[in-house]
């Protein structure tokens, strides 16, 4: 995994407008080093139990990435996730192999975000 996945990405103090410029920077920046054509956000599956900050987080985190991607000339796209897990064999996530795209094993941090990120990640390759 590129070292921006393991590294603290929250913006931080949410009523601080520098710290939001900071993770939109830091993204347009990995956005660049990593040759990216196209983002692909799943909309998140958790609508009940937020607290008012893991919000507000969740959506400074989206606004960075949107914002990035816009100054950078990415494709950007929002997509539910039986949609992108419809498109790796996978209508539900969690039963995404990694077999579907390649990988022989579950790389690290499968069962905590990669699958859906390599799901994602072949979703938004589609037809490119």
Same mark, same amino acid.
């Given at each position: 995994?590129?070292?921006?996945?393991?590294?603290?990405?929250?913006?931080?103090?949410v009523s601080d407008p520098a710290a939001?410029?900071?993770?939109?920077?830091?993204?347009?920046?990995?956005l660049r080093d990593w040759s990216v054509?196209?983002?692909?956000?799943?909309?998140?599956?958790?609508?009940?139990?937020?607290?008012?900050?893991?919000?507000?987080?969740?959506?400074?985190?989206?606004?960075?990435?949107?914002?990035?991607?816009?100054? /950078?000339?990415?494709?950007?796209?929002?997509?539910?996730?039986?949609?992108?897990?419809?498109?790796?064999?996978?209508?539900?996530? /969690?039963?995404?192999?990694?077999?579907?795209?390649?990988?022989?094993?579950?790389?690290?941090?499968?069962?905590?975000?990669?699958?859906?990120?390599?799901?994602?990640?072949?979703?938004?390759?589609?037809?490119?």
């Open positions: 995994m590129p070292e921006a996945f393991t590294r603290e990405t929250y913006p931080g103090d939001l410029l900071e993770l939109t920077l830091r993204i347009r920046q990995d054509h196209g983002i692909v956000l799943l909309e998140t599956t958790k609508y009940a139990n937020w607290s008012y900050s893991q919000a507000q987080q969740r959506v400074l985190c989206v606004a960075a990435v949107m914002l990035a991607a816009a100054e /950078e000339g990415i494709h950007y796209e929002v997509s539910r996730a039986a949609i992108a897990g419809a498109h790796v064999l996978s209508p539900k996530l /969690e039963n995404f192999s990694p077999d579907v795209i390649g990988l022989g094993s579950a790389p690290k941090y499968w069962t905590t975000g990669a699958r859906e990120a390599y799901a994602a990640a072949a979703f938004a390759a589609r037809d490119r």
